[in-house]
């Protein structure tokens, strides 16, 4: 199989990942519940990951590093801690539904007033209207930080200068953009930062998290056991024990730990530079072939190409790569319906292709080819 469909997970995982996923199943116990050897494992290696993901998103504070079991999951918690009854909210139409539902939600349950930001044909965003929108009576600022769809890269550090501005928390959702390019939280002027550990990261499914802002307050999403304070009635109020009750995946941070140590290897800014490569080299060659559409601004842009072939439903040629090439690809409405809707791609979706650092030209070869067969 020729798997293109590295947007939704990444199948390709170092095999040091993998190592100590297993080797985490043979010997860990369950972090901060205890004080044998095989729950001071567990605490050790959860810490350590602390660390090294604060130190790789250039972030102050590794005990505001929350775990979640991905980055719906840290969305969630984000989302649903800053915002309170009535707050008028600031979102975009690249959203992602791990986005739009939790705020969706709170129009209804907390009488949010709700804002979106446009995109144009291309999917960019109007930067201009958020400005415009943007006011002193914003509370919070909901945005990814690259389209699962287009793969077009938002302006986080000018959404961030608007946000601050009026005195609004910016939460990005950094699900397409971590491991996949350099992010620098404090640079670029985030408050929250969500991610997951399965996609440009190479880690196992189940892990991700968030980092939070020194000073930032995010109420408890859930309550439960935290190994600390079991007198307490309600959850601990510090981090990371305010926003993780229960038991950590600790297996999986392993793996995510592990995933860390490998990009740092290769270097993150290697392994964007050869993404773009493919990518620049997938677009220029399939954009020749009459009768395909791609959809996105390409002069800012991750590895992700997302087209149409004349007017052929997207489900059915998502289809026939896989059916007859073995080639494997993300039909549909990609949990981005606004998006969908700005691009006029409401009811035919798009095929999306979408490149990891493991991918080969040889295999975009042969993707090349056979959109060339379906579309003549």
Do not use: W
């Given at each position: ?254 793996g995510l730990s592990a995933a860390i140590d490998f990009i740092n290897e290769i270097g993150v800014e290697n392994i964007h530079k050869k993404e773009r490569e493919l990518t620049e080299y997938f677009y220029n060659e399939v954009i020749k072939i009459e009768g395909i559409k ?83």
């Amino acid at each position: 199989m020729i798997y293109l469909d590295n947007a939704a997970t990444t199948l390709k995982k170092p095999d040091q990942v993998i190592d100590a996923v297993v080797n985490a199943m043979r010997t860990q116990g369950n972090a901060s519940r205890g004080a044998h050897n095989a729950t001071l494992s567990a605490s050790r290696v959860v810490y350590d990951a602390r660390v090294k993901i604060a130190k790789f998103f250039n972030f102050d504070t590794p005990s505001n590093v929350i775990f979640a079991c991905n980055s719906t999951e840290a969305l969630n918690i984000a989302i649903n801690g800053t915002i309170k009854e009535g707050d008028k909210v600031i979102s975009t139409d690249t959203e992602h539904n791990s986005v739009l539902r939790p705020l969706y939600h709170l129009q209804k349950t907390k009488n949010i007033d709700l804002q979106f930001v446009n995109a144009d044909l291309s999917g960019v965003l109007d930067l201009n209207q958020f400005e415009r929108i943007c006011d002193n009576k914003t509370k919070v600022v909901v945005v990814n930080h690259i389209s699962n769809l287009t793969g077009n890269v938002n302006d986080i550090k000018t959404i961030s200068k608007i946000a601050h501005n009026v005195g609004a928390i910016l939460i990005v959702d950094g699900s397409q953009s971590a491991g996949t390019m350099l992010v620098d939280v404090k640079d670029l002027g985030i408050d929250i930062y969500c991610f997951t550990g399965h996609k440009g990261l190479f880690g196992p499914q189940g892990t991700g998290g968030l980092l939070v802002k020194e000073g930032v307050e995010v109420e408890a999403f859930k309550r439960g056991g935290s190994g600390v304070k079991t007198y307490e009635e309600d959850q601990p109020n510090e981090y990371p024990t305010r926003l993780e009750a229960g038991t950590l995946n600790s297996h999986g941070i392993a793996g995510l730990s592990a995933a860390i140590d490998f990009i740092n290897e290769i270097g993150v800014e290697n392994i964007h530079k050869k993404e773009r490569e493919l990518t620049e080299y997938f677009y220029n060659e399939v954009i020749k072939i009459e009768g395909i559409k791609i959809y996105g601004d390409f002069s800012s842009h991750a590895a992700i190409v997302s087209l149409n072939v004349k007017d052929y439903d997207s489900g059915e040629v998502s289809d026939a790569l896989s059916n007859d090439y073995g080639i494997a690809t993300r039909p549909g409405a990609h949990c981005a319906p606004r998006l969908h809707i700005a691009l006029g791609t409401k009811y035919q979706g798009a095929v999306r292709f979408s490149f990891s650092y493991f991918t080969t030209k040889e295999e975009l070869d042969a993707a090349i080819n056979a959109l060339k067969v379906i579309a003549s």
